[in-house]
Every structure is written in structure tokens, then in C-alpha cells.
């Protein structure tokens, strides 16, 4: 029996590669009837920025991160309107939910696919640094090492097909 696919974490660090890998999320979706969860994991403070500057780190625990996950949110729900206007409707109508989530984005990923009862997880890969560390990007590579659902990974496109986060 082929398992179905009806809810799909989508991971986005917001960079271009990210952008690109929510199209094969989108088009998931569509072919299988399924619904995306886009989720985004915002790194926690340091201990040592609290330590050292509590004031500073108090600030931005309360009120600036709660400015940055609703610029986010807000980033994403834009995205998804641009991204319309490339392939067509429905992109906002297949997401069922935006997550933005503090915490170190691997276990984040893994907590929120589990959370959220998805059945595959999409994310896209960096590639960077000498032999692209070791082929993947470090979360990818721990994502899809630690997972217990399928993980597809999407690699870094050519330059005629990348998009940006910017510009919305």
C-alpha cells in the first residue's frame, strides 16, 4: 500500500534555496490533494548575550521577537501571494498553517512534522562551503538523518530559476 500524503512540512530559512524547494512543496500539494505547513525556526538568544546583557537580551526576548515572527509570518503570507502570480491559484489555499517557531531549526523541523501529523517533510539544501559540506547542508543532512518520515531535499537550482524572499 502507498502511504498518502496529505499534510507536508515545508522549511524555510527564507533564503533563495528555500524559496525554490516551496515549489516542489506546491506542487506535492496539488497533485496529492495535501496540505502545507510552512514552518520557520528562529535561532534561540545565546546564553552569553544573556549573561552579559541581560537588559539587551530581555528586550529582545519579549518585544522584538515577537516584531520578528509577525514580519515573518507576514513575509511568508506574501511570498505565497508572489508566488500565485507565477503559477496561478491556489498557493494560499493549500497552506494551512504558518509556523514560526524558536528554537534550533533541526529539532524545530522534527518536533513540528511530528506536532502537526505531517507525512513528508520538504526542505532545501545550502551546499555550501568546501565539498558543500559533504554534499548537504548541515540541518538537511540532520533532518534527514534523525526523521522518521520522508524527507525530500531540494538542492540548489540554477540561477534562471532562483527566487528571493526579497522584493515582496
Same mark, same amino acid.
Given at each position: 500500500? @502507498?502511504?498518502? !500524503?496529505?499534510? @507536508?512540512? /515545508?522549511?524555510?530559512?527564507?533564503?533563495?534555496?528555500? $524559496? /525554490? =524547494? &516551496? /515549489? /516542489? =512543496? @506546491?506542487? !506535492?500539494?496539488?497533485? &496529492? #490533494? =495535501?496540505? !502545507? @505547513? !510552512?514552518l520557520h525556526a528562529i535561532e534561540p538568544i545565546p546564553v552569553h548575550i544573556l549573561a552579559y546583557a541581560p537588559e539587551l537580551g530581555e528586550r529582545i526576548e519579549n518585544k522584538d521577537r515577537k516584531e520578528a515572527v509577525d514580519h515573518i509570518q507576514n513575509l511568508l503570507q506574501e511570498f505565497c501571494r508572489k508566488v500565485e502570480t507565477q503559477i496561478g491559484a491556489p498557493c494560499l489555499a493549500l497552506i494551512s498553517k504558518f509556523l514560526v517557531r524558536v528554537g534550533h531549526p533541526v529539532e524545530e523541523i522534527l518536533k513540528g512534522a511530528d506536532e502537526e501529523d505531517c507525512d513528508i517533510i520538504i526542505l532545501g539544501s545550502h551546499g555550501k562551503g568546501f565539498?558543500?559540506?559533504? &554534499?548537504? #547542508?548541515?540541518? $538537511?543532512? =540532520?533532518?534527514?538523518?534523525?526523521?522518521?518520515?520522508?524527507?525530500f531535499i531540494i538542492p540548489l537550482p540554477s540561477e534562471e530559476h532562483m527566487m528571493d524572499w526579497d522584493g515582496i
Amino acid at each position: 500500500m @502507498i502511504p498518502e !500524503i496529505k499534510k @507536508i512540512l /515545508y522549511a524555510t530559512d527564507l533564503s533563495k534555496n528555500s $524559496s /525554490y =524547494a &516551496f /515549489y /516542489y =512543496a @506546491i506542487n !506535492i500539494a496539488r497533485k &496529492f #490533494g =495535501a496540505k !502545507i @505547513i !510552512i514552518l520557520h525556526a528562529i535561532e534561540p538568544i545565546p546564553v552569553h548575550i544573556l549573561a552579559y546583557a541581560p537588559e539587551l537580551g530581555e528586550r529582545i526576548e519579549n518585544k522584538d521577537r515577537k516584531e520578528a515572527v509577525d514580519h515573518i509570518q507576514n513575509l511568508l503570507q506574501e511570498f505565497c501571494r508572489k508566488v500565485e502570480t507565477q503559477i496561478g491559484a491556489p498557493c494560499l489555499a493549500l497552506i494551512s498553517k504558518f509556523l514560526v517557531r524558536v528554537g534550533h531549526p533541526v529539532e524545530e523541523i522534527l518536533k513540528g512534522a511530528d506536532e502537526e501529523d505531517c507525512d513528508i517533510i520538504i526542505l532545501g539544501s545550502h551546499g555550501k562551503g568546501f565539498l558543500k559540506q559533504t &554534499f548537504l #547542508g548541515s540541518v $538537511s543532512s =540532520a533532518v534527514l538523518h534523525r526523521s522518521k518520515k520522508p524527507v525530500f531535499i531540494i538542492p540548489l537550482p540554477s540561477e534562471e530559476h532562483m527566487m528571493d524572499w526579497d522584493g515582496i
